[in-house]
């Protein structure tokens, strides 16, 4: 069996999707998709100070003709408690010579042979992928 599609007839279907105002339809069930795995990623985040919990956040992009939503942190150790480090880092991708020293800001000099990782993005994600088809029912 063969099925012909005309790249026309999908350009101006779409094109009838974004004109009825499924466009504003679907970027609001990517925001409340995202706020989901949002919450499940704040949820799985270690404590410690509470700033990389904070830090954690959600965008909808509406550029270019597509709609994408993106869940995430900006602070600068988010990928080293993610992913670990030294011998214990995903990947080996850690420092392999160990121990090695560090200053913490009181002065104290600590040895270490790395993190485990805590990769709670991942598992924020894992368990929130069952869930998310629930919030574009009806839309597409």
């Known amino acids: 069996m063969t099925v ?9 279907n779409l094109q009838k999707f974004i004109d009825n105002g499924m466009d504003d339809r679907l970027a ?12 499940n990623t704040k949820r799985n985040a270690p404590v410690d100070d509470g ?8 965008d909808v ?3 270019s003709g597509s709609i994408e939503g993106y869940v ?12 670990g480090t030294g011998i214990y880092a995903v990947n080996g991708d850690g420092r392999q010579q160990v121990p090695w020293e560090y200053q913490s800001a009181d002065g104290t000099f600590h040895k270490t042979i790395g993190q485990h990782a805590n ?10 992928k069952d869930n998310l088809t629930k919030y574009f029912e009806g839309i597409v």
């Open 4 to 12: 012909k599609v005309d790249a026309n007839d999908v350009l101006a």
């Open 28 to 39: 609001s069930s990517m925001e409340k998709a995202c706020l989901y795995v949002e919450g």
């Open 51 to 58: 700033q990389l919990r904070q830090s954690i956040t959600h």
């Open 61 to 63: 992009d509406r550029n």
């Open 72 to 83: 995430g942190t900006n602070v600068e150790y988010a990928p080293y408690v993610h992913q």
């Open 119 to 128: 990769p709670f993005m991942k598992k924020a994600i894992e368990e929130s």
